[in-house]
């Protein structure tokens, strides 16, 4: 069926080191793939996303990878900073052209000053 | 641009109880979903409206229901409440044009079953 795993569950940084959050998706039909920020009593922010005509996006300090054939993509934080520290979401659409997103399991970044 | 608001922002009912919940997407959008966020199983959706017209619909039992207004509000309603239904209730608005992926997620309900 359906799914979304993403790994590791929690991750432990030290400021301005590089945090990466990997997820795996099961339908080979999705084209969807956005990441999302949570913060403690907040809803999930869209931080960046990517569709499967794309390998990478980048915005500043934030960048994204695509393999469609291991239908894996991940996250990459640089330079950290102790407002990164947050759930991070990872997400895809099970079919190509459909809204309905199945999320990951969520990532506890914590970045250590 | 306002973004999603939610109302209301807590709410504690009892057992057996019904809820309303309110959605109002960011302006110019006219696709509303809704999520239910708990530790134990995520976030899960549980149903897309678009142009009042439900379009999608998650793995949830007919308890949980919703509805679109012309205005693109949302309401979604859930009856018989049960204490496993304690949980963040989240909006997410999408733009309505074709290939417009991105979903904005409101501040979210919490909602509490004793």
């Known amino acids: 069926g359906e799914n979304v795993e993403q790994h590791p569950s929690t991750l432990s940084v030290q400021e301005g080191d590089s945090a990466v959050i990997k997820c795996t998706y099961s339908?080979?039909?999705?084209?969807?793939f956005p990441w999302y920020k949570q913060e403690l009593g907040k809803g999930p922010q869209l931080i960046i996303d990517?569709?499967?005509?794309?390998g990478e996006k980048k915005d500043q300090r934030i960048a994204v990878t695509l393999n469609k054939t291991a239908k894996h993509f991940s996250l990459h934080i640089t330079e950290t900073q102790p407002e990164d520290s947050a759930v991070y979401f990872c997400a895809a659409n099970p079919t190509s052209g459909t809204y309905k997103y199945i999320f990951g399991t969520g990532t506890r970044l914590k970045v250590l000053a | 641009k306002a973004g999603v608001t939610q109302t209301p922002r807590y709410l504690i009912k009892t057992r057996g109880q019904q809820v309303t919940l309110s959605c109002s997407p960011i302006?110019?959008?006219?696709?509303v979903s809704w999520y239910q966020q708990t530790p134990g199983q995520g976030l899960q959706f549980l149903f897309e409206?678009?142009?009042?017209?439900?379009?999608n619909k998650g793995n949830f039992p007919g308890r949980f229901s919703g509805r679109q207004f012309s205005n693109s509000r949302s309401e979604m309603n859930v009856s018989t409440l049960e204490l496993g239904d304690s949980a963040l209730y989240l909006c997410?608005?999408?733009?309505?044009?074709?290939?417009?992926?991105?979903?904005?997620f409101g501040p979210g309900t919490r909602l509490t079953v004793t």
């Open positions: 302006s110019g959008h006219r696709s």
């Open positions: 990517i569709r499967s005509n794309v």
């Open positions: 409206y678009f142009s009042e017209t439900q379009r």
């Open positions: 997410a608005s999408r733009q309505s044009r074709d290939s417009s992926y991105e979903q904005y």
């Open positions: 339908d080979s039909a999705s084209n969807y």
